[in-house]
């Protein structure tokens, strides 16, 4: 077996950035070198009242969210003010990424009406889920269709807005390239910092959320991020 290291793990989190192949990825790997933080939470409690309120708490120092949705007992099913809709403006609000660890397995037509229609209407507030390839690739297919549809039909409904979250260094001027869109806006498809003189935070100008580039790896860090 080969020692060989690959020369991606010397280097710092948004220098991967730019060499990312998907623009999540490099969304993701900005998002870890402005928070300087790896740390996906795995968000296994039991209510939704619970799920929010570790969201919350813990949402500054982390950069991914794993949930759960169907085992937490009173989830709010409600496009607007539901459970979904509040984790996603937790996640603006902090800056995290939401992971829906679905592990999707079904037919083509199935999967693609469980990740945009029924009652969770996932991606309407999760950054990112899974599937189990036993369906093989052309579930995986079929959900990538879904979500190229679901975001054609959001993007009418565009609404430019400002986020303020984790503070960002000097040196933090970037701009976020398109992703998979955030949980009720589409992800902006072009950011920039807020330049004034009085902004004690950094401010995302753009279509829903914003973060990006910063300084330094974190040690220790051995993930994937997409």
Avoid at 1 to 30: F, I, N, V
Avoid at 41 to 69: C, M, N, Q, W, Y
Avoid at 92 to 118: C, N, P, S
Avoid at 122 to 149: L, P, S
């Amino acid at each position: 077996m080969s020692s060989t290291r690959h020369p991606s793990l010397g280097m710092a989190y948004d220098e991967r950035a730019k060499q990312a192949c998907h623009p999540l990825a490099s969304y993701l790997l900005r998002l870890m070198a402005l928070k300087t933080s790896n740390l996906c939470l795995s968000a296994d409690v039991p209510t939704a009242r619970e799920l929010l309120a570790l969201a919350d708490r813990v949402g500054p120092s982390i950069v991914v969210l794993k949930t759960h949705h169907d085992l937490i007992a009173g989830w709010d099913y409600n496009r607007q003010n539901g459970t979904g809709a509040k984790l996603a403006r937790l996640a603006r609000k902090h800056g995290f990424l939401v992971f829906e660890d679905r592990k999707f397995v079904d037919i083509g037509k199935t999967v693609q009406m469980q990740y945009t229609a029924g009652t969770a209407r996932i991606i309407d507030w999760a950054h990112m889920t899974n599937a189990n390839m036993h369906a093989g690739k052309d579930m995986v297919a079929a959900m990538a269709e879904a979500a190229a549809n679901w975001k054609a039909r959001v993007n009418c409904r565009v609404r430019t807005s400002v986020t303020v979250g984790t503070p960002l260094s000097d040196h933090a001027d970037f701009d976020v390239p398109a992703a998979q869109p955030p949980p009720d806006e589409p992800h902006p498809d072009g950011t920039a910092r807020d330049r004034r003189p009085d902004a004690r935070k950094g401010s995302i100008v753009g279509r829903g959320r914003g973060r990006g580039r910063g300084r330094g790896p974190v040690p220790g860090h051995r993930g994937r991020p997409a």
